[in-house]
């Protein structure tokens, strides 16, 4: 079946220090990709996706580039802002049962 | 803000006991998912819906559980008898039907299994 693999939390950083969480994914569909940030008592909700192969996509100075050969879809930000703590989920969707399969999490701390 | 409205916010119930929650989907999302996230943030699909058919559903879900979305009320996740291992959070989340569609998640039921 599907699978993701992301960084292992947790994850510390100081304001305006950059950021990366690797992604990698296992499937034998076409995905789209997708990262999600999920806030202390809220449902996740997407950050952005990338339907397509080789093409970015970006959302608040977050970034991620789909690598089909390298199955890869890291999350990168050069400078972290406070607001930006959360827990960050990779995920992809693929096959007729429109099923998301999400990484297990990265929860991202960032400290004035 | 999440359009898609899950009740209750919280439940508490003891060993045994039969659990229910409910989702209304976003409107004109004939796509609806339940999925069960544990305290490590981790998530488990447990099972969809396409109108009020079941697409998928996993072994967990089809012995113990009992999900509906009927047309015109709300969808709903019932557990037929509660165990400690069930508390978690149960995510709701609906889609349209478009092959690159996002999903949309209500805040979710947080699961107390005493």
């Known amino acids: 079946g599907d699978s993701v693999t992301q960084t292992e939390g947790p994850v510390t950083l100081s304001e305006g220090t950059s950021l990366t969480v690797n992604c990698s994914y296992e499937t034998k569909q076409y995905p789209t990709l997708f990262w999600y940030v999920q806030y202390p008592g809220e449902g996740p909700q997407l950050l952005f996706k990338?339907?397509?192969?080789?093409e970015k996509g970006s959302s608040r100075g977050f970034e991620a580039t789909y690598n089909k050969e390298a199955t890869s879809f890291h999350l990168q930000k050069a400078s972290v802002q406070e607001s930006d703590s959360a827990v960050y989920y990779c995920?992809?969707?693929?096959?007729?049962?429109?099923?998301?399969?999400f990484g297990k999490g990265t929860l991202l701390t960032v400290t004035p | 803000n999440s359009k898609v409205i899950q009740t209750p916010r919280y439940l508490v119930k003891g060993q045994g006991q039969k659990a229910k929650m409910r989702c209304i989907p976003e409107k004109g999302h004939p796509v609806v998912f339940w999925y069960q996230q544990n305290k490590n943030n981790e998530f488990k699909f447990l099972i969809n819906?396409?109108?009020?058919?079941?697409?998928?559903q996993i072994d967990m879900t089809e012995k113990r559980f009992s999900a509906e979305c009927p047309s015109n009320s709300p969808c709903s996740l019932e557990i037929q008898s509660s165990e400690a291992g069930d508390s978690a959070l149960y995510l709701c989340?609906?889609?349209?039907?478009?092959?690159?569609?996002?999903?949309?998640f209500g805040h979710g039921t947080k699961l107390s299994v005493l």
């Open positions: 990338v339907p397509k192969a080789n």
């Open positions: 989340a609906s889609r349209g039907q478009g092959p690159n569609e996002r999903l949309f």
């Open positions: 819906f396409q109108n009020q058919e079941v697409l998928q």
């Open positions: 995920a992809l969707s693929g096959g007729s049962n429109y099923k998301l399969t």
